[in-house]
């Protein structure tokens, strides 16, 4: 994600920080452990596959978030990230081939 957001306007946190406890505060903390989540500056949290469309349009830009918002791709890309969620075990090597998507301070960091 950190590659993608050329204009740098995404700030990725480990769940963990605790800068991160006032942005996620209402949610569980099982599920904040299991998803993705994207906090805008007005307060709103995005989870799961609307999350990862958040994060895709805002790094991408207006021509990528006009895509994302046509229902058969915001479909596509819940289903995939969903897919992908529950079985991010067998997707560990990710982390270890694209250090850049790793949480602050873990590998590659």
């Known amino acids: 994600m950190r590659r993608l957001d050329r204009g740098n306007r995404l700030v990725l946190l480990d769940f963990n920080r605790p800068d991160a406890d006032p942005l996620l505060a209402l949610l569980p ?3 904040r452990r299991t998803t ?3 906090a805008e500056t007005n307060g709103v949290v995005h989870s799961a596959g609307p999350a990862l469309r ?4 805002e790094a991408l830009g207006p021509g990528a978030a006009r895509l994302l918002a046509a229902p058969v791709v915001s479909h596509v890309v819940d289903a995939a990230y ?6 991010r075990h067998h ?3 990710i982390e270890r081939l694209m250090p850049s ?5 873990q590998s590659g960091q």
């Open 54 to 57: 958040r994060a895709l349009a």
């Open 29 to 31: 903390e099982a599920e």
């Open 82 to 87: 969903r897919i992908v969620a529950d079985r």
């Open 91 to 93: 997707f560990g090597w």
């Open 36 to 38: 993705l989540h994207v």
């Open 101 to 105: 998507c790793s949480a602050p301070g």
